[in-house]
């Protein structure tokens, strides 16, 4: 266990070191898959991304312009990934069953698996950004950003990798999912949302001043009877804007939602100062 | 431990107490068998389950090698006909799941607060294929369904969390590792966990254009070759096994039975490629000696390591030099082996499949051999266990899995004590 986690007997509570959300329509995704990466952000080995899917290209936008926006240099190689993208690798796999359908096996991509399944988006981060901590994809459906938040604080609390400083949860979803052709062609141009969050355990008073963020983020679980499952309510929109008004300190200091099997995430401000780090060398822009 | 690539945390450290996390229900789906008695009398008696199936034009081979599972039945308590309605994922989802949970025998009323993780790489992607195969069109229209992993929660009456993992082919490993953490956060008194994964037409053809499958093509009993310097890629196979995990004081309080203990995990990301290991094992070893100090076990106390190795060229290399970097001097004691030469690749289900192998491998006190480990390839320098069974020790032994995009996972299973 990390004992640095703020853990009590069913609640486990992180600070969210940086965060993002993004929407980019699909017809955008394209021109995304080459654009630079945002000032500050490290950068991508070229073409990396000319296989990925769709929520892969938004999910590493999301996760660079957080790294960017982040007021530190965080130690990225000791971060692990939790990804929860909705429905990943469709307009892929449509695509490749049309194509099948016509020519059989020899027309399968062998992109399709490593690109395309429920892994991709935390693999493809990973790899880009030479992280070492653990990394897995998450739910794949409907309550994707529930599953998600549930897995990343306890992979963040287990004892796994207890070299693993920061978790960065992403999700991804389609506003509305597309429509597509007979041979896989979208109908529609909906656009993909993307939110990134670090999670960084809390700091004890004699680290040294490692908490950078002014959120804090818990889970409890509810003793039984459970609660409904459900994804936190307003989805992932509106849990981005309520992050968004606890790190600006507004009006909103503490907003909670259920979370799949009776549970509760609670989000909070928790005012502590930013203390800065040195630019690690990947930092492009950097004093 | 330093994450940037030190070593120096390969020493066993010191770990907080806590409480043991026992194993009291367990199953599985698997081309050796679909009870753990059949599938650990075929692992000891050195049987392959690949066979070859004549393919459909489709297919990138005429004769396709697979090890596939025989056939599998609706569980107690589910109405067969229901089962019969569900597609193949989710009946070799939901049949060892049913049944892990019946082997644990929670009393009628009297069971936990209980969650589910579910181990599965591409159910989406299955789902749609198999869809479109019977002549369906869900893979292209705007909709999104429930996931498998609340539909399985619905149907074996999980009200606790319930999530889907991925790690390619560490996915169901994951799922145990997490499983294990919620225990542990005290989110659960007990947690379901496991995964599975199915033969497919497209995977199939994804993983042969990849060049990750063997491209044998004379006795399929012969292909999977892990560590043999004639290895030339794995053979796909489908299955996996589901868990029951209870925090041992509780376990006991219930008066369950323990199957073992779940006594460490691992886990670390390569950061190298999207679908090759690294070539500098670091990482890997950095998973390995993260589940021995979690479990608080010296790499002289190890007596199996279930290997990951597929029989990939670049992956069973890898993953031999993680196994001597991270147990060092005690390399040469301890005997290694890889079923994948019997079982074949599950996939997404190959992790808690192989997890239930070291569970085997305690109960019988023998190790499973490593088929067509007919000539070791000297860059693999372990002590493999080639063609037969070893009577062996094993109280304690070690599982690796590791996946697409550099996935590092090693699990500590230990005798129940």
């Known amino acids: ?287 | 431990m330093d994450a940037g690539g030190g070593m120096s945390g390969l020493k066993a450290q010191s770990r907080p107490e806590r409480e043991p996390v026992m194993i009291t229900g367990m199953a599985a789906v698997s081309p050796l068998g679909n009870t753990c008695e059949a599938i650990a009398d075929n692992l000891f008696a050195g049987r392959s389950g690949v066979t070859v199936v004549e393919a459909d034009p489709t297919a990138r081979t005429p004769r396709q090698f697979v090890a596939a599972v025989a056939g599998v039945g609706a569980p107690a308590g589910i109405d067969p006909a229901d089962f019969a309605q569900l597609n193949r994922l989710e009946q070799m989802c939901l049949a060892p799941a049913a049944c892990a949970l019946a082997d644990a025998r929670f009393e009628r009323g009297g069971r936990p607060r209980l969650g589910l993780v579910l181990g599965v790489g591409a159910e989406h992607l299955k789902t749609w294929e198999l869809d479109y195969l019977a002549g369906g069109s869900l893979v292209f229209e705007p909709r999104r369904d429930p996931s498998l992993v609340h539909r399985l929660a619905s149907r074996l009456g999980i009200d606790g969390p319930a999530v889907t993992v991925a790690a390619a082919c560490a996915s169901s490993g994951y799922a145990l590792a997490l499983a294990r953490s919620w225990l542990e956060s005290g989110w659960v008194d007990a947690c379901l966990a496991g995964g599975c994964d199915i033969l497919s037409p497209t995977s199939l053809a994804a993983f042969y254009n990849l060049r990750a499958l063997s491209r044998r093509d004379d006795d399929p009993t012969k292909a999977s070759r892990p560590f043999d310097r004639g290895r030339d890629g794995f053979v796909m196979g489908e299955g996996g096994a589901f868990f029951v995990l209870e925090q041992r004081d509780k376990a006991v309080a219930r008066g369950a039975r323990l199957r073992g203990e779940l006594a460490g995990v691992g886990m670390s990301s390569d950061g190298a490629h999207m679908v090759i290991p690294s070539s500098d094992p670091v990482q890997a070893a950095r998973a390995i000696s993260a589940a021995l100090t979690d479990a608080g076990v010296s790499p002289a106390e190890v007596d199996y390591v279930n290997a990951h190795a597929a029989g990939t060229p670049v992956g069973d290399v890898a993953e031999a030099n993680a196994i001597r970097l991270a147990l060092s001097g005690a390399t040469d004691g301890v005997p290694v082996s890889s079923t994948k030469s019997m079982s074949g690749h599950l996939v997404s289900g190959a992790a808690a499949f192989e997890a239930l192998v070291c569970l085997a491998a305690i109960d019988r006190q023998a190790v499973p051999p490593t088929l067509n480990l007919d000539e070791p390839d000297p860059a693999c320098p372990l002590d493999h266990v080639p063609h037969v069974a070893r009577s062996h020790p094993v109280e304690v032994a070690l599982s690796n899995s590791f996946g697409f995009g550099g996935s590092n996972l090693c699990l500590v299973l230990r005798r129940a004590a």
């Open chain 1, 1 to 287: 266990m990390n004992d640095s986690a703020c853990r009590s007997r069913s609640g486990l509570g992180f600070v969210i070191g940086s965060h993002a959300f993004l929407e980019v329509r699909l017809a955008d995704i394209g021109q995304l898959r080459d654009r630079a990466a945002p000032r500050g952000s490290p950068l991508l080995p070229p073409r990396f991304l000319r296989h990925a899917d769709e929520h892969t290209v938004v999910g590493m936008q999301v996760v660079l312009t957080a790294l960017a926006a982040h007021p530190a240099a965080p130690r990225i190689a000791s971060h692990g990934i939790v990804a929860a993208p909705c429905q990943p690798g469709r307009i892929v796999g449509a695509k490749t069953l049309a194509e099948f359908g016509r020519g059989g096996g020899v027309t399968v991509s062998p992109h399709v698996v490593p690109q395309c399944s429920l892994h991709s988006v935390a693999g493809a981060v990973s790899v880009a950004l030479g992280m070492h901590g653990p990394h897995l994809g998450v739910g794949g459906g409907p309550e994707a950003l529930g599953e998600g938040l549930l897995v990343a604080a306890a992979l963040l609390a287990s004892g796994g990798d207890p070299g693993c400083t920061g978790v960065w949860l992403v999700a991804t979803e389609w506003d509305e999912e597309p429509g597509l052709d007979a041979q896989g062609v979208p109908l529609t141009n909906p656009a993909c949302r993307g939110l990134a969050l670090l999670l960084e355990p809390v700091a004890k008073p004699d680290d040294g001043g490692s908490v950078v963020a002014p959120v804090s983020f818990d889970i409890r679980m509810t003793k039984p009877p459970h609660g409904p499952r459900l994804h936190p309510t307003g989805g992932l929109v509106a849990f981005a804007r309520a992050i968004g008004m606890c790190r600006e300190g507004g009006a909103l200091a503490s907003w909670a939602v259920a979370c799949p099997g009776g549970g509760e995430i609670r989000i909070s401000s928790r005012f502590q100062p930013a203390v800065s780090r040195p630019a690690e060398p990947w930092m492009r822009g950097a004093a």
